[in-house]
Structures are given as C-alpha cells and as structure tokens.
C-alpha cells in the first residue's frame, strides 16, 4: 500500500500533513472549530482503529504477534499484554502523545512531536529496517479512509460551508449588478444632487 | 493531427511576479510575524514542560536524587508552576525560566527570540533567598551546558509556521481577486 500524501516520518517528528482546501474544495480559514473538531475526529480515529482493530493506515492489519523476546520481557508480562493484541500500547503514552500539532487557515498538521516520536519512528520504519519484525505502520490516514471514515461526520457542516462560499462568490457579482444598477438609476443621481447641494 | 501545449512564459512570469509581490508583502505584516513568534516561544514552552528537550530530541536527562529532595523542600515556600512536579524533569520549578522567553521583530520576515528580566533567586525554608538574581539569559546558558538544551526550532513548529504563511498568503490572494472583480 503507498504511503499516506502528506506522511512525515523522521526522528523528532512523526505527523501527516493534510491541506483540507484542496481534499474537500472548502476553505476553512473562518471556521477554525471546524479544522479542529475535523483535526480530533482523525486523531481519534487513528488511536481507535489501532488500539480496537490492530490496524495501521488504510485498514492494512499490523503485524502480528509481537515478537518471542517481547513477549517474554517483564514489561510484556507487568502490562499484562496480549500477544496476539497488536494495539500499540504498552503505557498508552505513545498513541496518547498524537496530537494536533498545528490548525492553521485550512491545514492540519497531525501527529507525534516529542519524546515519543522516536518511539513512533522505530515503529513506522522498523528501526529504519534494522528490526523488520518491528515494523507496524500504525500512523496515518488515507485519503480514502478520511473521506469515508473522519469527513463523513462533518459532511452537513462542509456542505453548507461550500454553499455559503459560492453564494459568497455569486454575491459579490450580484453586489456589482446592484451597484452597476444604482449608478444608472435616477435614485443614485438624486442622491448624488443632495450630496453635491450639501457641499 | 496533432497537439502542441505551450506553456505562455510571460504569463507564468506575471504569475511569478504576483507571488513574489504578495509573498513579500505578507513578510510585512506584523500580525502575521506576531502569530508565528507566539507559536514558536509556545512550542519551546509546551515541549520543554512536558520534558523533551527540541536540540536533542529526547527527554531531558533525569535529575538527581539529592536535587529532587530539595525541590520538594522548596516546593513548600516557593510559588511553583502547575507543570512543575518534583522529580520531574522539565526545566521548571517557578516556571519563570520558560515565561521570560520573548521575541521581537527585527526585519521583515524576521524574528529574534531572547529571553527578558532576571532570574529571582529561590527562597529557602526561612523565607530568605538563595543567591542573587541572574539574568535568565544567563540561567538558559547555564542549564544548557549542564546537559538540558531547550532553546530550538523543532520541525513541528518550522511546519506550523508554513501554514501560518500559507494561511496569510491565501488571504491575501483572496483580497487582490477581490479586488481584480471590482475592478473588472
């Protein structure tokens, strides 16, 4: 499966970048509420898909079962993990750490950006290949699962955003028939006469 | 029968040109500059409170048995910071360090990040202060030689101030469209 547009995975930061405007046609810039609830719904879905589904982006099923040594370490056992649960959580600070990191105009910047990035790259490349077992891809949307499965709550509030930004743009032609109207209308002269009296 | 597409170069020019007018115009808002000034000191304040050190992507290196012990001590006549807990290590007790991180605009496109006021010295179990007041300039300086560097750009923040721009680019492209439509 490709990866997710707009998945950054590196280091110090793990996060998908997603320009709403131009996945949905809809500028977002006067509905910061909006970016955000939409910014919360991915975050949750994302920490939800894994953590009851086992699954990382696209619906693909993370890799399973965790590995023998693992499983046999104390921290598998003291967290009283399941071997077969591939839920990415062993103190939960890692999925707890996805946040939205920026909700700007219409973009979201979503993800990982601190201690717990590193974490979350070992996971995404598999210790950059060096441990291919590690591998779990647990980070990230498609574009197709944000469409059926985060924008599908908010299509209502999309779809009457994208009508009030075409009636936007069609007012402002039918303003300028109003005022191309004015200016030709007797009314506008004699107001102009009062005005120039006035002076 | 065939088709040729050629790209009209004077009108990408143009085109070319407009951003570049609008880009550089953007640079010179100040409200813009603010946002993305703000962002930047909140990023440094938000990671270093919650213990991740920007310069060395990780969490800052433990403190020590006895230095813990006296936090807790000086937590009982010192006004402590709600993110301030006593073997955590993260840069804050008062909070002040992280507080007195300003910035200014010295250009367009410009920021500089510094740091304002003095340190005050803490308080001991007699109510009586332990030292002399530094400069936080100083203290920043001090605590990043000891092993806590703070001070940085993360990639996060760098991605955020992209969209900040991008944000008032649109704006401002919404607004000379506008414009074009009246005057045509």
Known sequence: MAKPKGLIVEQDLVAQEFDLESITGVDFSDEPDLLENIGNAIKDHITERVITKNQGYGGKQLRAPYSKTYQNSLEFDLFGKDKDDINMTLTGDMLGAINIISAEGSDLLIGIDDQNAAKAHGHMTGKNGQVKNMKREFFGVTIDELKKKVLSKFSSDIKELKSEQSKESTRTVADFQTVEQQINSTNFRVVGEIVDLGE | ?184
């Open chain 2, 1 to 184: 029968m065939s088709f040729e597409f050629k790209l009209k170069t004077e009108s990408v020019n143009k085109l070319h040109d407009d951003v570049v007018r609008i880009f550089n115009k953007v640079l010179s808002n100040e409200q813009m500059m603010n946002e993305i000034g703000k962002a930047v000191v909140t990023d440094i304040q938000v990671k270093t409170k919650k213990g991740y050190s920007i310069p060395n992507n990780s969490s800052f290196k433990p403190l020590t048995r006895s230095w813990i012990n006296r936090r807790k001590k000086l937590a009982e006549v010192n006004p402590v910071d709600e993110e301030y807990a006593p073997s955590k290590s993260n840069l804050t007790f008062t909070g002040d360090l992280l507080r007195s991180i300003i910035f200014k605009i010295t250009g367009k496109g410009k920021l500089e990040f510094d740091f304002k006021d003095d340190h005050e010295p803490y308080m001991n179990l007699d109510g009586e202060p332990l030292g002399k007041p530094i400069k936080n300039k100083t203290l920043a300086g001090y605590v990043a030689a000891a092993g806590r560097p703070f001070f940085g750009l993360s990639r996060a923040v760098q991605l955020k101030t992209n969209s900040i721009v991008k944000k008032y680019m649109n704006r401002a492209l919404k607004v000379q469209k506008l414009l074009k439509n009246i005057d045509n």
